[in-house]
């Protein structure tokens, strides 16, 4: 009994269970568990194609897991009504990989999107929302009137943090905030993260590849290797831990991504070419 | 082609059995895929349904979406209504006076565009002009994931996307109808009238023996379900478009082709089902010339 208690009140804020994912009969996640607590700022790491995006685009509901569970807040996210999920999604912002700003809208349409949608906001209380989160990620106000193409890549993908922050969500889930930036950009990013978890309790999960990203801003790193180079029962979360110790690894496989070697997938690409 | 099922991978792999097995093997997932795209399609159209009911989508959404289904379609199928209602006359005029009948043209042709060619007509146009440009709109926003980003927001994609397209299509396809029955008419009026000098009064007075209220009704009737098919169609490509520019291209012509189809066969089904109807209602009904 005691033991139930005390697990009730650690109960994660999102909680993945046994989730395995299969597209056209194959199989890019498989048997990952994670619980996420409130307030924690987690990276999911892993090179290309090891199903990052996947798994953060099923913990929002918009891909249905083949076989496992998606709970967020006690609610299993796949037994949800379509307009159930609607509400639920409420409470998360998602900065997409190329921000995904809606074409046909100025840039101050897209910021006001989620709140015409849903929320019971005055225009007034709209133009002070947008022009409030513009200035936190540092864009000026020419920008509103501004169609989304019109931008570069940095002030889209801007954009597209200030949007997934104008409901103050409880969970932010960025998908590689930083990928196809300059330096400069992928610090001022880096910084905005860090500056919107400090601002208030948010629970935010980042998919990167970046390790600058995977040092600086998180509290915790889940590194996840592809399915097609694990052998049938080997997990596929292969570090699961501080960003700190992520150096200290022993892993071989964490140990080449972190330093960036090639190591096998050289002699795999000659091997190929040979072949 | 495919791998066999594991159950015949005893079989050896070449010879006639084997080519059977697979030929067998290749059939049972064509009907299987088939089986799968056309249940997938009936629960997005339910799903659509329901959100019309459940929320009506907002003006803001309604309006563009009107404009470019009605007001942008108007010119075409007003052109496109005046030729075929020309062709018609071209193509009739010298068969009825080998019998002396050119004055019953009015009624051939104003028939024949009202029940059939003025519904099939407009919806072919709007497949053409504004299924295609749907499917491939949708198609953008799916592989740059702006309807992911909608679903994100907590705004339902089918509610937001599908529901204001399906209903402009169905509810200003019946205008289009009109419109391109009404050009065609005169269209048809001009060429026999103007062109091939047939009597103006019994070319008019054919054409209201000819044509009754229940011919418009049919053509109406059957221009809702097209209008209907041609949205969902296009939305459901749309939504389920693969990557890249290649996969959007294929996305817009596949919207087209199987809208144009779904218009041919449902206008068959629609035209049996319409003249049993008509028949029922009058049984000593039936034109003669």
């Known amino acids: 009994m005691m033991i139930e208690s005390i697990l009730s009140q650690e109960q994660p804020l999102v909680e993945v269970r046994d989730l395995s994912i299969e597209f056209y009969g194959q199989t890019v996640l498989r048997d990952i568990n994670l619980s996420i607590p409130a307030g924690q700022t987690l990276v999911l790491l892993g090179e290309s194609g090891c199903g990052k995006t996947v798994l953060m ?42 921000a995904a700003l809606f074409d046909s809208m100025s840039i101050a349409q897209n910021l006001a999107f989620p709140m015409r949608q849903h929320g019971d906001f005055s225009t007034a209380q709209i133009q002070e929302l947008v022009s409030a989160r513009l200035a936190e990620v540092g864009l000026p106000k020419t920008v509103l009137r501004k169609k989304p193409a019109e931008l570069s890549g940095g002030m889209r993908k801007r954009v597209g943090l200030a949007r997934a922050l104008i409901m103050n969500p409880e969970v932010i889930l960025y998908d590689e905030p930083t990928t196809g930036l300059d330096p400069i950009m992928t610090d001022v990013i880096n910084q905005l993260i860090i500056r919107t978890r400090r601002r208030g309790p948010v629970t935010s999960v980042i998919v990167t590849h970046a390790m600058e990203t995977a040092r600086r801003v998180p509290d915790r790193v889940v590194m996840l290797y592809p399915i097609s180079r694990l052998d049938p029962h080997e997990p596929q979360i292969v570090y699961d831990g501080p960003p700190g110790e992520l150096d200290q690894c022993r892993d071989r496989r964490v140990r080449q991504f972190v330093n960036g070697e090639a190591g096998q997938r050289l002699m795999e690409l000659v091997g190929d070419n040979e072949g | 082609m495919s791998a066999s099922p594991k159950i015949f991978e005893d079989f050896p792999s070449d010879g006639w059995l084997s080519r059977f097995v697979d030929w067998i093997a290749d059939w049972g997932k064509l009907v299987l895929d088939t089986l799968e795209a056309v249940g997938d399609f009936v629960l997005f159209v339910y799903r659509a349904v329901i959100w019309l009911f459940s929320r009506f989508p907002k003006m803001e959404t309604l309006w563009p979406n009107f404009y470019s289904v009605g007001v942008s379609s108007l010119p075409v199928v007003a052109l496109t209504g005046t030729f075929i209602g020309m062709v018609l006359a071209v193509q009739g005029y010298f068969q009825f006076r080998q019998l002396g009948l050119e004055t019953r043209l009015g009624g051939v042709i104003n028939l024949t565009l009202v029940r059939e060619l003025g519904p099939v007509l407009a919806a072919t146009m709007l497949a053409g002009r504004v299924g295609s440009s749907m499917a491939a709109e949708l198609g953008t926003m799916r592989v740059t994931e702006q ?81 209907s098919a041609i949205a969902m169609i296009s939305c459901y490509q749309g939504f389920h478009c693969s990557a890249g520019a290649e996969g959007v291209g294929r996305a817009a012509t596949a919207s087209f082709v199987y809208s144009f189809v779904a218009i041919l066969a449902l206008d068959l089904m629609l035209g049996i089902a319409l003249d049993a109807v008509y028949f029922t209602i009058y049984p000593e009904g039936g034109r003669t010339l």
């Open chain 1, 57 to 98: 685009k099923t913990l929002i509901g918009l891909i249905k897991p083949t076989r496992g569970r998606v709970i967020f807040d006690g609610l299993d996210l796949h037994t949800l009504s379509d307009q159930e999920l609607s509400r639920l999604r409420l409470r998360f912002g998602f900065v997409f990989q190329n």
């Open chain 2, 147 to 227: 309807i992911d980003a909608l679903a994100a927001m907590g705004a339902n994609p089918i509610q937001y996307l599908v529901v204001p397209r399906f209903l402009a299509c169905l509810l200003l396809i019946p205008v289009l109808t009109i419109m391109a029955d009404y050009m065609g008419m005169m269209g048809g009026y001009f060429y026999s009238v103007q062109i091939l000098s047939v009597d103006s009064h019994h070319y008019w007075y054919n054409s209201a023996q000819f044509v009754t209220n229940f011919d418009l009704f049919a053509g109406l009737f059957k221009s809702l379900f097209f209008g």
